[in-house]
């Protein structure tokens, strides 16, 4: 058993595990083990590939419990429903959400392009009497659990939930009303900067950029790209890094890097 795995996310009352290759025929132990442990859990779920596709999600084997995977998470004092096998919710992004909400002020209007089910838009504006975040996501599930989730949260009217591709919806309504703009799509955000940029007011705002990236200094090599891509395709200067770190390793060797924008 020494390579029981050491690592488990919860989400609500699921259990979510990696089983490695020389645990497998023991996974339903494992799943037993960590249903005895943890007495919230109701759901042991088993990775069973990677996070893929448009609405990045990943497919699960259940290995003990009911197998019920809807379920409602908690944290910062928000609540989410949510079902992990539908939509894309990382409990190890956790600090992200805070670290992002926490900056912004009241009075601004904010673009949350990537949305989910709404943690980075929720915790926003419950935290602030006066925001609008407008929260876009192309996976109809996760326009429906974040519905429900401002709803659930009391925050109608403050988050605007809008399902459709972020680069649409910015280009038909939301063109240069932004002060901060989230691009939580790390495989795919460089592709939707331009359309970041033209969601920002004319004086300029802040964009919350993630990418995957490797190599010996990721916030660096991310750094230089976003400051070509924001003025080779959106016309516009990055004129500050407010901030650079890094969020976690997402395979060996490469990380998830989120920068802190000032884009004039
Ligand atoms: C990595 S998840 C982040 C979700 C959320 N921000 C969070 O922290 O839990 C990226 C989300 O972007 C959505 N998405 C992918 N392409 C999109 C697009 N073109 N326009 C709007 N949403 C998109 C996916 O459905 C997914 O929910």
Redesign the pocket.
């Known amino acids: 058993m020494a390579s029981f795995p050491c690592s488990i996310d919860f989400i609500g009352h699921i259990a979510i595990v990696e089983i490695p290759p020389e645990l497998e025929e023991y996974k339903e132990v494992v799943g037993e083990a960590i249903l005895k442990a943890h007495k919230r859990v109701r759901t042991v779920l088993a990775k069973a590939g990677a996070?893929e596709g448009?609405?990045?999600?990943r497919k699960f084997e259940v290995i003990a419990g009911s197998g019920e995977t809807e379920t409602v998470h908690r944290e910062f004092g928000c609540i989410y429903h949510l079902d992990p096998t539908k939509?894309?919710?990382?409990p190890r992004?956790s600090h992200?959400?805070h670290r992002v909400a926490s900056q912004v002020q009241e009075g601004e209007t904010v673009i949350?392009?990537?949305?989910?089910?709404?943690?980075?838009?929720i915790l926003t504006a419950k935290s602030l009497k006066s925001v609008k975040v407008y929260a876009?996501?192309?996976?109809p599930d996760?326009v429906k659990y974040l519905e429900r989730n401002i709803a659930a949260n009391r925050v109608e009217g403050k988050v605007v939930p809008i399902l459709?591709?972020?680069?649409?919806?910015v280009a038909e309504k939301l063109k240069g009303v932004a002060d901060r703009v989230?691009m939580?799509?790390?495989?795919?955000a460089f592709e939707?900067v331009a359309a970041a940029c033209e969601a920002l007011k004319p004086s300029g705002g802040i964009i919350h950029y993630?990418e995957f990236a490797g190599g010996d200094n990721p916030i660096k090599k991310v750094e230089a790209k976003i400051k070509k891509i924001v003025e080779e395709r959106a016309g516009r200067k990055v004129s500050k890094v407010l901030a650079g770190r890094l969020v976690r390793e997402a395979a060996p060797y490469t990380w998830q890097v989120v920068l802190d924008l000032k884009v004039e």
């Open positions: 996070v448009t609405y990045r999600l939509v894309y919710f990382s992004l992200e959400h949350d392009m990537f949305a989910g089910v709404g943690p980075f838009s876009i996501d192309v996976n996760a459709g591709d972020a680069r649409k919806v989230i939580n799509l790390p495989e795919k939707y993630y």
